[in-house]
Nanobody, 114 residues
Framework: QVQLVESGGGSVQPGGSLTLSCTASSRISDLVIMGWYRQPPGGQREFVASVTNMDVKKSADSVKGRFNVFRNHAENKVYLQMNSLKSEDTAVYYC????????WGQGTQVTVSS
């Protein structure tokens, strides 16, 4: 069983930055994929970005060039660095990991508003 705990959410103005972190209870080098999904108000959960244990990254077109996902093995964390935030980035952000199955965190709220 893998437990994931997110932190770093909050409120920010458009154009601002936030960095989310996700701490895993297992050694992250064992986790084949780690990344982030988000669910906007009234919307469906959607893929944001992921990074494999071989450091191969993917991201949604809507966040390319603005968001960066990366692992810190020493801290056992995965991060989502978010720049140039827009109001449409407002959502609950969920960390996930894939090992023998998929695991999810509880989510952290990100609100982008002036």
């Amino acid at each position: 069983q893998v437990q994931l705990v997110e932190s770093g959410g909050g409120s920010v103005q458009p154009g601002g930055s936030l960095t989310l972190s996700c701490t895993a209870s297992s050694r992250i080098s064992d986790l084949v994929i780690m990344g982030w999904y988000r669910q906007p108000p009234g919307g469906q959960r959607e893929f944001v970005a992921s990074v494999t244990n071989m450091d191969v990254k993917k991201s949604a077109d809507s966040v390319k060039g603005r968001f960066n996902v990366f692992r810190n093995h020493a801290e056992n964390k995965v991060y989502l660095q978010m720049n140039s935030l827009k109001s449409e980035d407002t959502a609950v952000y969920y960390c996930y990991a894939v090992w023998t199955q998929s695991y999810w965190g509880q989510g952290t709220q990100v609100t982008v508003s002036s």
